[in-house]
């Protein structure tokens, strides 16, 4: 059984604040992990698929970094803004197709203040 | 960008009836799609894997009698909860892959989720 681990389970920071969480996931026959954004409401969206070990990827003020050797990956978000607010979740699969079944970490809840 | 619609968003029914989930990918062909389900302070936990035009793939632990599973074309999946009780009361969730067209990666557009609640 695949388990999918994210830490904290809630996180409260200030506009501006700079924050990170952890998805940690089994690193054995790993095929790729998946970041999404769950804002209140509204439907997951991808943010980032991230399959090589060292992989870093960026988009805006939002990057994440995998270590598939150790099974970890993080997500930074710099200067955090209140529409940042959101869950994060983290989803990896292991096997050789890249439409495989996507298991899915609790998730971190972000909510930044004004 | 690819969109899910998934409908009815939230329901309330009487203890024995059935309730009819939909999901639909507007803007692609979706050959397969997942459902999850969300119990509160949980992660989302698949269970089924809905094929066009053959049978869904349940997962351990899913009766397949309770949860009927329909993907009768490219755009349509149903998820139909029979002879509801509390305990299915939840939060279903839908998903298709697509590809992103700047990356190329592979990943899941997602329904905005139906809250099921049985009285």
Redesign the interface.
Known sequence: ILNVEQSPQSLHVQEGDSTNFTCSFPSSNFYALHWYRWETAKSPEALFVMTLNGDEKKKGRISATLNTKEGYSYLYIKGSQPEDSATYLCASYAGGTSYGKLTFGQGTILTVHP | GAV?SQHPSWVICKSGTSVKIECRSLDFQAT?M?W?RQFP??????MA?SNEGSKATYEQGVEKDKFLINHASLTLSTLTVTSAHPEDSSFY?C?A?RQ?RL?G?????????SRLTVL
Do not use: D, P, R
């Open positions: 899910v397969t997942f999850y302070k949980q992660s989302l936990m698949l894997t969730i998903s892959y992103e990356t990666a592979n990943v899941l557009t997602f329904g905005a989720g």
